[in-house]
Structures are given as C-alpha cells and as structure tokens.
C-alpha cells in the first residue's frame, strides 16, 4: 500500500516548455487535489477532482490543467511553462471532500 | 470556511508537552477543526481533527473550547523528530464539500 505517490520527484524546465505531473493513490478515494507550496508559504488549492469525471478550480488555477485519468489517476499540465510556477507541486486524495487528506511526496518543479 | 490563527512560532524542548494554540473564533457548527503537519521538504501529514468533544490519538490530543472558537493541540512528549510546521484548519463536513484552506502556520522546533 504505497499510498500517494508522484513523478517525478524533481524536474528543470525552460520556459515555455511543457511537462505532466503524474499522480497515483491506491487507497481508493474518490476526491484528488492538486496544491503548491512556495518557499515559507502554506499550500495553494490549484485544482481538484471531488469524483472521477469531474475536476473543479481551486484557488489558483490560471497556468494549469488537469485531467482525472480514472479513479487512481490525475495528473497537472503545465502547458507553456513560466518562472513563476517554480515551486513544490503536492497531489492529495481523500474519500470524500470533507475527509482526511493524504498526501504524495511532491514534485519539485524548477522553471528557468 | 472559518479563517485560523497561529502563532508563527514556538519552541519546545525534548521529552516536555508542546500546547500549540490555534484560534478560529468564526468557524461554523459544521466546520470540524483539522491538524497537519508538515516536516521539511515532505508532504503535509494528518495529525488528528475533531467538532466539539476533546479527541486523543496516538500522536496528539485535541482540546476544543465549549464555545468553539479556540483549540489547542497537544504534543505530550515532544521529540525532534516532531520539529515541523503544525497547520490548523477548519474543514466544512456533513454534507458540504470542503477544501483545505492552509494559512502559515506555527514553526516548532523541538530543541535538545
């Protein structure tokens, strides 16, 4: 039981390029979320999935995409990437939207 | 969602109870209060959470106030390993979807 895992761990872009934050839970929750964390600064809400087949934007959406892949997978896009989404990306699930949160590991996520 | 204030941050040392405040004086009946951590560089892990009644788990006790606008969370014996940025928020349940509205914080550092 893995719990939440994400890839990659770290990663370097240039700006402009495009990448995919992957995340996985294996516990079998219904709700996923995606936040980021700058440096002395708590969690930002960016996106999240209450259920499988629908994503909802959080706090701080502009930028990002996702796609609630199945019940297990939701992954974050980063289209044309910028220096300001330099930061530590964070996936969570719970059982429903009001339950305890588990998170992954995070990606550290670099953009030049 | 209830806003929460923390201290930004306390000291403890090794083997003593570490009280750490949390004041949330507009949280709703339907609001419980939710503690996470966060150790360096990992990702937020769930502590405990409780609505009204005091509640003890194998890492922490929860003191609510009878009138539900403060809570204290309670380390009994604080180690160093228990050094990290304590997060207190208040989770709309029962029916509501809530998302998690994480502020700054309180920095403990649990010292020798």
């Known amino acids: 039981n893995a719990g939440v895992t994400q890839t990659p761990k770290f990663q370097v872009l240039k700006t402009g390029q495009s990448m995919t934050l992957q995340c996985a839970q294996d516990?079998?929750?219904?709700?996923m979320y995606w936040y980021r964390q700058d440096p002395g600064m708590g969690l930002r809400l960016i996106y999240y999935s209450a259920s499988e087949g629908t994503t909802d934007k959080g706090e701080v959406p502009n930028g990002y995409n996702v796609s609630r892949l199945n019940k297990r997978e939701f992954s974050l896009r980063l289209e044309s990437a910028a220096p300001s989404q330099t930061s530590v990306y964070f996936c969570?699930?719970?059982?429903?939207?009001?339950?305890?949160?588990?998170f992954g590991p995070g990606t550290r996520l670099l953009v030049l | 969602d209830a806003k929460t204030t923390q201290p930004p941050s306390m000291d403890c040392a090794e083997g003593r109870a570490a009280n750490l405040p949390c004041n949330h004086s507009?949280?709703?009946?339907?609001?419980?209060v939710y503690w996470y951590r966060q150790i360096h560089s990992q990702g937020p892990q769930y502590i405990i959470h409780g609505l009204k009644n005091n509640e003890t788990n194998e890492m922490a006790s929860l003191i609510i106030t009878e009138d539900r606008k403060s809570s204290t969370l309670i380390l009994p014996h604080a180690t160093l390993r228990d050094t990290a940025v304590y997060y207190c928020?208040?989770?709309?349940?029962?029916?509501?979807?809530?998302?998690?509205?994480f502020g700054a914080g309180t920095q403990v550092v649990v010292t020798p």
């Open positions: 507009t949280i709703s009946g339907n609001e419980y």
């Open positions: 928020i208040a989770q709309l349940t029962g029916g509501s979807w809530g998302k998690l509205q």
């Open positions: 969570a699930s719970s059982e429903s939207g009001y339950e305890t949160q588990y």
């Open positions: 516990m079998n929750h219904n709700s």
